[in-house]
């Protein structure tokens, strides 16, 4: 307890009561000054049922990832599972001032799967400006500092989910200005726009500046799913709101949606929802309240 009350300038432990077995819960929040090069941690000796996020605030670390050490400076991080064997942190001896930096860690199913999913998407490493609104969150917690905060199981898997919701949007936002998540939106545009003719994918990746292939790599990466096969759940929708807004016929909505018939649009439709488009828009007037026209 005395090396803990000498390294850690302030700390806020958690305890849920009456835990869920699916509800992620945090167990500490820790502001941390290092200077020893004996501060080594491996994940193979930590557990495995916990998670933890670290944010450098002044001075430099370290953390290992596999084969490839990152500089921890101020304003980065990592999250990781405690006990992954490939990681760890540590002091390094290069550093000629104190390594200053804020840690949470937390466990549960749900916890390790939400950084999993996360890593495996940002990686492991990120940058967070020091102004940003989780380390403005994490701070939050000073003040009550030197004491056991109980929480429900709601309310710690509240916390756990704000952090990182927090985490989450400084990471999204820089995906959300990439130059590949322009490409996809400039290619679902051009293909919502021509549901109502053949288009042509060779045609759009000419007009965007990119092979065929690259655009179809980059869309499946973005959107879990090909061009075609947005362009058809495009076309599905849309004929979806034609049949309940509207009194068109099949033959009409097909050529709207891009079908080359009235049959061929109500094979799909039926592939797709398991019924016809006249079954699903006579199911969708029936349904509607009495004084409400169709």
């Not at 990686?123 to 102004?131: A, E, M, Q, S, Y």
């Not at 056991?148 to 989450?168: K, M, Q, W």
């Not at 099949?250 to 398991?274: D, K, L």
Request: charged share 25%.
């Amino acid at each position: 307890m005395e090396y803990y009350s000498k390294v850690r300038l302030w700390e806020v432990r958690f305890q849920t009561t009456r835990p869920l077995e699916t509800f992620p819960m945090p167990h500490e929040i820790v502001l941390e000054r290092q200077t020893s090069l004996h501060y080594h941690l491996e994940g193979a000796t930590r557990p495995k049922t916990m998670t933890q996020l670290v944010v450098t605030l002044e001075g430099e670390g370290a953390f290992r990832y596999g084969d490839t050490v990152y500089p921890l400076t101020p304003g980065k991080g990592f999250m990781c599972m405690l006990g992954d064997p490939r990681s760890a942190y540590f002091y390094p001896g290069h550093a000629r001032k104190p390594w200053i930096f804020l840690w949470m860690d937390f466990s549960g199913e749900t916890a390790v799967r939400m950084v999993e999913e996360l890593s495996s998407l940002y990686g492991h490493v990120f940058d967070l400006p020091l102004d940003s609104g989780l380390i403005r969150y994490l701070k939050s917690f000073r003040n009550q500092r030197r004491s056991i905060r109980f929480v429900s199981p709601t309310e710690g898997a509240r916390i756990v989910c704000d952090v990182l919701a927090l985490l989450g949007e400084n990471l999204e936002r820089k995906d959300i200005d990439s130059p590949g998540n322009r490409l996809v939106q400039a290619a679902q545009a051009a293909i919502s726009k021509n549901l109502d003719r053949t288009w042509n994918l060779s045609d759009i990746a000419a007009r965007l500046k990119v092979s065929r292939e690259h655009l179809t790599r980059i869309f499946r990466d973005r959107t879990g799913m090909t061009p075609q096969e947005f362009a058809a759940e495009e076309r599905m929708q849309f004929a979806v709101r034609l049949l309940r807004d509207s009194f068109q016929s099949c033959e009409e909505i097909a050529e709207q949606t891009g079908y080359s018939s009235a049959v061929s649009f109500n094979r799909a439709f039926r592939r797709r929802f398991g019924y016809s488009p006249m079954q699903y828009r006579k199911s969708k007037i029936r349904n509607l309240p009495r004084n409400e026209d169709p």
